[in-house]
């Protein structure tokens, strides 16, 4: 059974990830970190952790739909501080469009 669903243009891309926004999404956040790059389940959920930790403690979590994050390999680089404001710029840079 294949699902023929394509993924909306992106609102925000960097080197450390890529924003979509899905407007009939029925979780608020969706965070896709690839197997492949990222081996271990540790550094997984480390990385989802991270970034929930960020969108849940500067409110930033949508009211409607939902936002999906695709992770690269990058992201493990940044800081928490450096993760926090890459990850506030990309959801301000939605809600101004």
């Known amino acids: 059974m294949s699902h ?3 993924l909306p243009r992106h609102f925000y891309t960097s080197k450390n990830f890529r924003a979509f926004y899905l407007k009939e999404a029925k979780h ?9 790059i990222f081996r ?3 550094l997984r959920n ?3 952790r991270r ?4 969108l849940r ?3 930033l979590i949508p009211d409607t739909g939902g936002f999906l994050f695709l992770v690269y390999e990058s992201f493990l680089d940044l800081d928490h ?3 926090s404001i890459e990850i506030i710029k ?8």
């Not at 608020?28 to 492949?36: H, M, R, T």
């Not at 970034?51 to 960020?54: A, F, G, I, W």
């Not at 990309?90 to 469009?97: G, I, L, T």
């Open 57 to 59: 403690t500067k409110r």
């Open 46 to 48: 480390k990385i989802k």
């Open 4 to 6: 023929n669903k394509r």
């Open 51 to 54: 970034l929930k930790e960020v």
């Open 40 to 42: 271990t389940a540790v």
């Open 90 to 97: 990309a959801v301000k840079s939605h809600n101004q469009q």
């Open 81 to 83: 501080q450096e993760a």
């Open 28 to 36: 608020s956040i969706k965070i896709a970190v690839p197997k492949k």
